[in-house]
């Protein structure tokens, strides 16, 4: 079944205790994206991936690092969680946009985390 | 500030009633995609809108593309609890970069 999975769906951690979300997709697609949803702020791009071994910026980066060392993986690494990072998080794959309709973003299930 | 415009923010109707959601921007985008979400789960895609004026159907969903390839709209005809959900529209820019509204909160009472 071709899906995004992310590890662990609950995290409920301490300030300061360095912290990795797991992201891995089976679909082989090249683009691979982090995202935080708060309520009424909707979805918000962390970072984003167009291949391995590049990464850029998203909306909100500050806080968050991430790496792409293989294509199927995305891990989302907090350094230093704080509370305003309390979350939840989904991580998600594309395929290169060619202008198809049949384009679209896979999403991951979810990670809720609260740094306390 | 949201680059994609929702409206409205919260919708409840009865069973077989009609719903709109309204998408709106001031930028261009190369597609538009509408997704829907239920709690506990992840986004998923319910359609990707690319040509200017574009009307796509999926069974009682009606999508629409703004001409001008700023705004979109979801029309679901006679409505069912099933249908309840958090409506996203993401609107995808030349570097493939996905700009999500802040979504629109549909509850379709029995």
């Known amino acids: 079944e071709a899906q995004v999975t992310q590890n662990p769906r609950y995290l409920i951690t301490v300030t300061g205790k360095k912290l990795t979300v797991t992201c891995s997709q089976n679909?082989?697609?090249?683009?691979m994206s982090w995202y935080r949803q708060d309520p009424g702020l909707g979805l918000r791009q962390i970072y984003y991936?167009?291949?391995?071994?590049?990464?850029d910026k998203g909306d909100v980066p500050e806080g968050y690092k991430v790496s792409r060392k293989e294509k199927r993986n995305f891990p989302l690494i907090l350094e230093s969680p704080s509370p305003n990072q309390t979350s939840l998080y989904f991580c998600?794959?594309?395929?290169?946009?060619?202008?198809?309709?049949?384009?679209?973003?896979?999403f991951g299930s979810g990670t809720r985390l609260t740094v306390v | 500030t949201q680059l994609l415009e929702q409206s409205p923010q919260f919708l409840s109707i009865q069973e077989g009633e009609n719903l709109t959601v309204y998408c709106n921007s001031s930028s261009v985008f190369s597609s538009l995609q509408w997704y829907r979400q239920e709690p506990g789960e992840g986004p998923v895609l319910l359609v990707t809108?690319?040509?200017?004026?574009e009307v796509k159907k999926l069974k009682r969903l009606t999508f629409q593309f703004g001409d001008a390839r700023k705004d979109s709209s979801l029309h679901i005809t006679a409505a069912q609890p099933g249908d309840t959900g958090l409506y996203l529209c993401?609107?995808?820019?030349?570097?493939?970069?996905?700009?999500f509204g802040a979504g629109t909160t549909v509850t379709v009472r029995a």
């Open positions: 679909m082989n697609h090249e683009y």
């Open positions: 998600a794959s594309s395929s290169v946009f060619t202008g198809g309709e049949d384009y679209g973003y896979t």
């Open positions: 809108v690319v040509t200017g004026g």
């Open positions: 991936s167009m291949n391995v071994e590049v990464t």
């Open positions: 993401a609107g995808v820019d030349n570097d493939y970069k996905l700009s």
